[in-house]
Structures are given as C-alpha cells and as structure tokens.
C-alpha cells in the first residue's frame, strides 16, 4: 500500500481541513492579526493563543478578544488551559457560546510555572488520571448539546476536542504514553505531541523518536500531530518522514515568518521554494500591524509588533539600523519614517 503524499487532507473528528501544516497556539503571538496573514500564506488549520478557563469563567472581557475569528478563518480552534473539570467545562461551554469555533483544544503542555503550579499544562501530562478527567469534562460539555451523541472520538455534530501532550516532567519522569492513552479514553479527537519534557522547556532538542511512538500507537485512531524544531521548510518534510504523523504545527519558526507554510507547501508538493522578496515580508509586516491596531489599538499593535517586525526585516539591505529603530517606534507614522528609505519597502510605504 503506498504512502499519501506529504502534503494532504486532514479530518479532526468532523472538520475536514485541506491541508496538513497548522499554526500552533503561540502565547503573545497567535492574535487574530497574525493568524490572518498565516492563513493568507498558506496555513491550513489555525489556534488561538491559549486562553484561561478561570478567567472564562469569570467572565474577563480581554480573555474573550483572545478568541475572536480572524475574518480569513474557516475553521479555527479555542486552545484552553486550567487543572479542575468542573471549570474546564464550563470554560468549553463559553468558549462554543461567544467563537462558534470548530474545534477546543486543550493545553496539557505549557511548562511555565505560573500555568503548572495551577494544575494546568505540563502538570496534566505528568498527572494522566487528572488530564482524563479534565478531558473527558470538557468533551461531555460539547457534546451536551447534540440530540443523539455518537460513541467515540468528534461525533456527527459536536465540536472535536484535542488534546496538547509533552514528553514528560523530566527525563526520569517520562508520562507522554500514559497521557496519550488517558487522552483517547476521554474521547480526544487529536492529539499534538511536543516531545520535550517539562524540564527542557524550549532549550535542547525535542525528541522526534518519541513521535514515531505515539503514531505507532494510536494506530490511525485519531490523528496525531508534531511539533518541536520546526524552523524551516525542510524540517517539516523531514518531521512528517521520519515520523509519520499527520500533520505539523509551526510554532516558534512561523514568529515574524507566515511565509514558510507558503514555502513548506511548495516543497512538500513541487520539491522546491522560493523565499519571498524582502519588499513582500516588510509589506506583510504591515499588514498584521495595521489589522492588530484596528481589533486591539494602536499603541498596543505599534508595541507588539516590535519583536515582530525585528524578524520580518531580516535580510534587507541596512537591516541593523532599522532594527535598533524598531524598539522605539510607537506608532504607525513612526514605523513608515523607518522603512520609507529601504528600496525593498515598495509600495507599502505609499
């Protein structure tokens, strides 16, 4: 039987994607401006930033701009974080009242200390009773609202839920396995492997081995994605070859560089890219500025963009100078008096 090609569909319990290069749930980063011109360059499937059940719960009005459609996304999902069901659920709940979002994603992964000292994150992935119990809340509150639910994984009708594993707490400490299994108990539809441990945070390597595993043994149950050390093109062929699985999703390579599921696209399906001119990076940089003013305001979009822009403008002519110009420009006239002297600028400093 031969392989699929590289590049190709993807289901996640009844949402049909076209595609199989997603962004991931990036804090600070995957706002509605950059997940917009991500999916104008190719992305496939998009995430939120994650968003806390508690302050859902308590019904904090900036959590609920972090959820917001992009007007360019089909299908998006709400990625969300906390270590008790009862508010897990609920949070799902609110979550389908204010987005319509396709699909919930639950972040059992994160390692920073202030998500796992509250039972979140990296401390589900260590703790798979608790991550099954939390999953498995939050799947019976989607599917409270289908008439007639359906046994197993993204029943007709319900939103599919997924599910954002580590490796483990340490590397004495390895739980992936354990809460990969805990995950399909609970009725995941999907599930992301980061294959670091808590401990690594984002330093070393991620361990693609680990992946192949996971693969092996959810055996085509549902659909299993990677993450870790994708920064270029040829590290995603590399990742769907070497581990089989479904499909992956850019994290730290898609910061400042919506081109590369543009570029991976190419490479996956021709064998070859072209990087983009520097006049198309700076006028996309641009264009996520000015779409970020208008859904936040200006000051913040001007100071945001900041470490932005800094990535954008690698590799145009005099780039030093403008980016130590970067990190004192506070609004959209100052960031046009930075780059209107840069021949690459274009049309974009009309």
């Known amino acids: ?46 995430y939120t930033e994650m968003v806390s059940a508690e302050a859902l719960v308590r019904k904090n009005l900036k959590t609920e ?27 799902a709940q609110i979550v389908l009242e204010k ?13 920073v200390p202030k998500i796992i000292k509250t039972g979140a994150g990296s401390a ?19 599917r409270s609202g289908v008439p007639e639910p359906v046994e197993g994984p993204g029943p007709q009708g319900a939103v599919p ?21 805990a995950a399909l108990e609970a009725g995941a539809s999907a599930i992301t492997i980061h294959p670091r441990t808590k401990a690594q945070g984002y330093e070393g390597h991620s361990n693609w081995g680990i992946m192949a595993e996971l693969v092996q043994m959810v055996n085509g149950r549902v659909p299993v994605f990677g993450s870790g050390d994708l920064f270029k093109p040829e590290d995603a062929r590399a990742m769907l070859e070497q581990t089989g699985v479904d499909a992956v999703m850019f994290a730290r390579g898609a910061m400042g560089n919506p081109f590369i599921f543009r570029d991976t696209t190419s490479l996956l399906t021709t064998g070859a890219y072209e990087p ?22 200006e000051e913040h979009a001007c100071l945001e963009m900041r470490k932005r822009f800094h990535a954008y403008s690698k590799g145009i002519p ?12 506070s609004t959209i006239a100052e960031y046009r008096e930075i780059f209107k002297n840069v021949d690459c600028f ?5």
């Not at 009844?14 to 600070?28: D, E, H, R, S």
């Not at 709400?78 to 508010?87: D, L, N, S």
């Open 1 to 46: 039987m031969s392989k699929p090609p590289l590049y190709h569909p993807v289901s996640i319990g009844n949402i049909q994607l076209k595609g199989n290069l997603f962004l991931a749930p990036v804090a600070g980063y995957s706002d509605v401006a950059f997940r917009s011109v991500c999916i104008e360059n190719g992305a496939c499937f998009t």
């Open 65 to 91: 701009v972090l959820m917001r459609r992009a007007c360019n996304e089909k299908a998006y999902a709400v990625q969300i974080f906390g270590g008790e069901p009862e508010i897990m659920a609920q949070a």
């Open 99 to 111: 987005t319509h979002c396709e699909c919930i994603d639950i972040n059992c992964g994160c390692p």
């Open 124 to 142: 589900l992935t260590r703790d798979p009773d608790r991550l099954y119990k939390v999953v498995s809340a939050v799947v019976g509150a989607v």
């Open 161 to 181: 839920v997924t599910v954002k594993i580590r490796s483990g707490w340490e590397q004495k400490l390895i739980t992936w396995r354990e809460a990969a299994q």
């Open 276 to 297: 983009v001119p520097a006049a198309v990076r700076i006028q996309t940089g641009f264009a996520e500025l000015e779409r970020l003013a208008a859904e936040t305001s």
């Open 318 to 329: 005099n780039g030093g100078p403008i980016r130590k110009a970067i990190v004192h420009a």
């Open 346 to 350: 274009g049309s974009a400093s009309q």
